[in-house]
Every structure is written in structure tokens, then in C-alpha cells.
T-cell receptor
């Protein structure tokens, strides 16, 4: 079983829709949760960072962590064509300098 | 955050040759990482480059194939040696931020095609 599972999509939605992206994980010790956005031919860009459980909101983006279910989500409200990208989730254990675990990424297209 | 640049942005190389990728950061960082990203796969950590010491390689990656230099706190290089078509991939450098290196920031990547 992979440490982090992410549906690769592709996901296609109309402009203005609410998008839900999800990852599940197997290691209950993960404490740090991140979402990266990667545009075509670019490196991943840190979008959201959450420590432990709960929600975090930043503009149109909301990150949720449900540690009891080992499930994290990224919601995008009022999606825009500029949100079209691949979204990668990532997780990290505490006190481990370089052990990040990435999902395979979900490809999202927002249709005008 | 961090501003990271990589050179070259892309290259097409012949089998058996070597390519050195440069990574420059706009501020001093302790840890720099090199990743490989292949289509449909998650990011795979190749090695951690620490200034003043040997790089730490992950399982499946060896120094002879992927030698790394880290001459100072803002710069690192990754060499892909004796290349084969299987080395065709995107190579990314990243740096860690936060007291416990909780988050990473990535460079734009180097797209390598080996013929």
C-alpha cells in the first residue's frame, strides 16, 4: 500500500464550480499536510500548508485535514480557468528533515 | 518562501553522455533536495544535499550515477551520468523551510530527454 493515495483524474469542471480534491494516507503519524499546484512545464508551487487537524482557508482555497479518517481535502470555490493545473498533496512526519511523501497529483481543467 | 532557479530548463542528450543541472536559491538554506518527476508518478527524492558534507542518497540512487555538489548555502548541482533513455524525466531541486523543515519550495525543473 502506498503511503499517500491520490486520484490522478483528470478532473474537468465548468468555470465557477466548486472543486474537491482529495488524498488518503496510511500513516497516522503524519503531522504536516501540504497542497502544491503545478502548472504545465513549471515546478510545484506551495499552495496550502496545514499542521495537524482542522481547516485552513486562503481566499478561494480551503484545506481540510481529517486525521481520524486519514483523509485530506482541498476545496476550490468559484473555480477559474487559471486554476487549471495538477494538484499534488504532500505529507510529512514530525522531526524528519527530508521525508516528504507526495501523491501522484490530480489533473484539473476548468472550462470557461 | 524562496526563489529558486535551475539551469538548463530543458535539454536533449545522447545516450552515454552526462548532464549537470544547476540550482540557485535566493537565500541561504541548510537543506536542498533533488527530485525526479516522471509522468504519472509522484515526486521521487533522489538525494539530500547538505553544505559541507556528502549528499545523502535514497534507496535506488547512487553517487556514481547522480553525483551532487553543494559548495555553499545557496547553490547545488546534480549530474546525471552515463545517461540512458530511462533517465528521461523532470529533475527538480527544492529547499526546506520552517523550524523543522515542514514545507518545501521547488525550482522550475529541468526537462531532460535522452535519446
Amino acid at each position: 500500500q502506498k503511503e499517500v493515495e491520490q486520484d490522478p483524474g483528470p478532473l474537468s469542471v465548468p468555470e465557477g464550480a466548486i472543486v474537491s480534491l482529495n488524498c488518503t494516507y496510511s500513516n497516522s503519524a503524519f503531522q504536516y499536510f501540504m497542497w502544491y499546484r503545478q502548472y504545465s512545464r513549471k515546478g510545484p508551487e506551495l499552495l496550502m500548508y496545514t499542521y495537524s487537524s482542522g481547516n485552513k482557508e486562503d481566499g478561494r482555497f480551503t484545506a481540510q485535514v481529517d486525521k481520524s479518517s486519514k483523509y485530506i481535502s482541498l476545496f476550490i470555490r468559484d473555480s477559474q480557468p487559471s486554476d487549471s493545473a495538477t494538484y499534488l498533496c504532500a505529507m510529512k512526519l514530525p522531526n524528519t528533515g527530508n521525508q516528504f511523501y507526495f501523491g501522484t497529483g490530480t489533473s484539473l481543467t476548468v472550462i470557461p | 518562501s524562496a526563489v529558486i532557479s535551475q539551469k538548463p530548463s530543458r535539454d536533449i542528450c545522447q545516450r552515454g553522455t552526462s548532464l549537470t543541472i544547476q540550482c540557485q536559491v535566493d537565500s541561504q538554506v541548510t537543506m536542498m533536495f533533488w527530485y525526479r518527476q516522471q509522468p504519472g508518478q509522484s515526486l521521487t527524492l533522489i538525494a539530500t544535499a547538505n553544505q559541507g558534507s556528502e549528499a545523502t542518497y535514497e534507496s535506488g540512487f547512487v553517487i556514481d550515477k547522480f553525483p551532487i555538489s553543494r559548495p555553499n548555502l545557496t547553490f547545488s548541482t546534480l549530474t546525471v551520468s552515463n545517461m540512458s533513455p530511462e533517465d528521461s524525466s523532470i529533475y527538480l531541486c527544492s529547499v526546506a523551510r520552517g523550524g523543522g523543515a515542514e514545507t518545501q519550495y521547488f525550482g522550475p525543473g529541468t526537462r531532460l530527454l535522452v535519446l
